[in-house]
T-cell receptor, first 116, second 112 residues
Framework: KAGVTQTPRYLIKTRGQQVTLSCSPISGHRSVSWYQQTPGQGLQFLFEYFSETQRNKGNFPGRFSGRQFSNSRSEMNVSTLELGDSALYLC???????????????FGPGTRLTVL | GEDVEQSLFLSVREGDSSVINCTYTDSSSTYLYWYKQEPGAGLQLLTYIFSNMDMKQDQRLTVLLNKKDKHLSLRIADTQTGDSAIYFCAESELDYGQNFVFGPGTRLSVLP
């Protein structure tokens, strides 16, 4: 099975611009989560999508948004970029089984966003 | 809210055992995970343990869980230079979707 893929791998933007990141989950996985990783704040949860609906959301401003398509692929959008948005953005997919089984996440390689 | 703590650095000699520790605060944590992140890469799931278990062994990896003290550890036997990476402890609950909480990560350096 192919793993989680994220595009692009690297991105350079300037303050005030917007950016869209893409994530293709493992085939058959229905849940996609997004994380921001920075040296100062560590790994922080942004949001989770399941069956095209946002199921969970972390504590990020409304400039951060996402969506999921019917094929489970997900996009994350950041508008009005700030210098502090420079980070590694990680996407993780999981089967989304629910119930009493662990819904283990599998991570993609990440998109490194640099805001100048 | 939930919090997961880890020591930030650990150095060991090649061939020795490494023990990476983690503490968490959420008593309703159902699953606890260990992930590995190598430079420039995403996170790789190493192993997980259900909260009603005390121990889980998987080849060179041994996970110990002390639920009373909310303490989790990862032991890597016969540590190799390829084990050098950042190790993240994470916890999640059932019924809340995928709201994982990660620790800050422990940077393991394996010295020859």
């Amino acid at each position: 099975k192919a793993g989680v893929t994220q595009t692009p791998r690297y991105l350079i933007k300037t303050r005030g611009q917007q950016v869209t990141l893409s994530c293709s989950p493992i085939s058959g996985h229905r849940s996609v989560s997004w994380y921001q990783q920075t040296p100062g704040q560590g790994l922080q949860f942004l949001f989770e999508y399941f069956s095209e609906t946002q199921r969970n959301k972390g504590n990020f401003p409304g400039r951060f948004s996402g969506r999921q398509f019917s094929n489970s692929r997900s996009e994350m959008n950041v508008s009005t970029l700030e210098l502090g948005d420079s980070a590694l953005y990680l996407c993780a997919s999981s089967p989304g089984r629910g119930g009493r089984l662990p819904d283990t996440q599998y991570f993609g390689p990440g998109t490194r966003l640099t805001v100048l | 809210g939930e919090d997961v703590e880890q020591s930030l650095f650990l150095s060991v000699r090649e061939g020795d055992s490494s023990v990476i520790n983690c503490t968490y605060t959420d008593s309703s944590s159902t699953y606890l995970y260990w992930y590995k992140q190598e430079p420039g890469a995403g996170l790789q799931l190493l192993t997980y343990i259900f909260s009603n278990m005390d121990m889980k062994q998987d080849q060179r990896l041994t996970v110990l869980l002390n639920k009373k003290d909310k303490h989790l550890s990862l032991r890597i036997a016969d540590t190799q230079t390829g084990d050098s990476a950042i190790y993240f402890c994470a916890e999640s609950e059932l019924d809340y979707g995928q709201n994982f909480v990660f620790g800050p990560g422990t940077r393991l350096s394996v010295l020859p």
